[in-house]
């Protein structure tokens, strides 16, 4: 079934299909509130007052709610020292109302994120960012339902699930090698028998491996890198990038969010591409949902 899939054009239409993954959470979660009298609940951390995080702190609230996650609000002041942030978060590892914790990144730059990060209790690790959860994602062969995979690649990959292709054999290029996304993205589609290509800021002839790509997941940061004439005829192109740029519209300048793929121009070769905004952003709040039910499930059934 192609889910979320626009019948009228190459769309992958993310929005669609998380709302469609936050209707399932939203039932399962109404079923367990009945079965087990208990909630699933999120413990939000955010340090300080980076716009961006407000925004998406405040998204992935509301998301939560609305399908019956307990949010456990927790905004701090951005001087607050490592050992407080770090006892905090011992605390929320104790509470059994707390299925999953959120630090919210990025953290003040006086404390260490990586240590923030590997102080969460694994079975609690709402993004999958944690050592634990990384290398049993490395080391499963298939895609076990209880492991807790960070929310973006995982978004990704429901998005390729949801077309209908088969994704065995194909050659995926995965441009972008961050522990949040480029990493954990080629492992999932390793695990889906894709040959896998990563490629970064380090190497040579981006156009020439990209053209090579059957499935290409652009994850740079960079707006518009990635040029239609480097996407193969009939290409799957995942667009992560969200860059907040200055452009004239009617006359005027203004901000605008245009993704990591020359959208206009790689639309006429792709056979299915994501937009953005509305393309892969609304999957990474509905997959955290979704590892909130996944670690309240491995906790009390
Ligand atoms: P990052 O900065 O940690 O990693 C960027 C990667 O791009 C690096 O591995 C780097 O090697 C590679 N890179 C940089 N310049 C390059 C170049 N010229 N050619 C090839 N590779 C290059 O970023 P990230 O956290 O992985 O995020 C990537 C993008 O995805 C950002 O725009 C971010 O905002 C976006 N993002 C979106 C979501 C979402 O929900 N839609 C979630 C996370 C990240």
């Given at each position: 079934m192609n889910i979320g899939q626009d019948s009228m054009s190459k769309i992958i239409d993310g929005k669609k299909i998380a709302q469609e993954l936050r209707e399932d959470l939203k039932k399962e979660i109404s079923k367990l509130k009945i079965n087990y009298k208990k909630e699933p609940g999120l413990a939000v951390v955010q340090v300080g007052n980076v716009a961006a995080s407000s925004v998406y702190v405040k998204a992935k609230t509301k998301s939560a709610i609305e399908v019956g996650i307990k949010v456990i609000d927790h905004h701090l002041d951005e001087k607050i020292t490592q050992k407080e942030l770090l006892n905090l978060v011992d605390s929320l590892n104790k509470?059994?109302?707390?299925?999953g914790i959120l630090v919210q990144l990025?953290?003040?730059?006086?404390?260490n994120e990586q240590v923030v990060l590997d102080s969460i209790d694994p079975n609690k690790d709402a993004d999958g960012f944690h050592p634990l959860n990384v290398g049993k994602l490395s080391i499963s062969a298939t895609n076990d339902e209880n492991l807790l995979i960070p929310c973006t690649p995982y978004g990704c990959l429901l998005m390729l699930n949801s077309?209908?292709?088969?994704?065995?054999g194909k050659h995926a290029v995965v441009i972008g090698r961050s522990n949040i996304v480029g990493k954990p993205m080629a492992q999932l589609l390793l695990k889906e028998s894709c040959t896998v290509t990563i490629a970064h800021?380090?190497?040579?002839d981006l156009p020439k491996i990209c053209s090579e790509a059957d499935i290409l997941v652009a994850a740079v940061g960079r707006p518009e890198i990635v040029k239609g004439n480097w996407i193969k005829k009939n290409a799957i192109v995942i667009d992560v990038g969200i860059n907040r740029v200055q452009r004239e519209i009617d006359g005027e300048q203004k901000n605008k969010l245009v993704g990591d793929v020359d959208y206009s121009e790689a639309e006429k070769n792709a056979s299915f591409i994501t937009p953005v905004p509305g393309g892969v952003g609304p999957m990474t709040i509905a997959c955290l949902l979704r590892n909130t039910t996944i670690a309240f499930k491995n906790k009390f059934i």
């Amino acid at each position: 079934m192609n889910i979320g899939q626009d019948s009228m054009s190459k769309i992958i239409d993310g929005k669609k299909i998380a709302q469609e993954l936050r209707e399932d959470l939203k039932k399962e979660i109404s079923k367990l509130k009945i079965n087990y009298k208990k909630e699933p609940g999120l413990a939000v951390v955010q340090v300080g007052n980076v716009a961006a995080s407000s925004v998406y702190v405040k998204a992935k609230t509301k998301s939560a709610i609305e399908v019956g996650i307990k949010v456990i609000d927790h905004h701090l002041d951005e001087k607050i020292t490592q050992k407080e942030l770090l006892n905090l978060v011992d605390s929320l590892n104790k509470q059994d109302n707390v299925s999953g914790i959120l630090v919210q990144l990025p953290l003040p730059v006086h404390i260490n994120e990586q240590v923030v990060l590997d102080s969460i209790d694994p079975n609690k690790d709402a993004d999958g960012f944690h050592p634990l959860n990384v290398g049993k994602l490395s080391i499963s062969a298939t895609n076990d339902e209880n492991l807790l995979i960070p929310c973006t690649p995982y978004g990704c990959l429901l998005m390729l699930n949801s077309l209908g292709v088969e994704l065995k054999g194909k050659h995926a290029v995965v441009i972008g090698r961050s522990n949040i996304v480029g990493k954990p993205m080629a492992q999932l589609l390793l695990k889906e028998s894709c040959t896998v290509t990563i490629a970064h800021s380090k190497t040579t002839d981006l156009p020439k491996i990209c053209s090579e790509a059957d499935i290409l997941v652009a994850a740079v940061g960079r707006p518009e890198i990635v040029k239609g004439n480097w996407i193969k005829k009939n290409a799957i192109v995942i667009d992560v990038g969200i860059n907040r740029v200055q452009r004239e519209i009617d006359g005027e300048q203004k901000n605008k969010l245009v993704g990591d793929v020359d959208y206009s121009e790689a639309e006429k070769n792709a056979s299915f591409i994501t937009p953005v905004p509305g393309g892969v952003g609304p999957m990474t709040i509905a997959c955290l949902l979704r590892n909130t039910t996944i670690a309240f499930k491995n906790k009390f059934i």
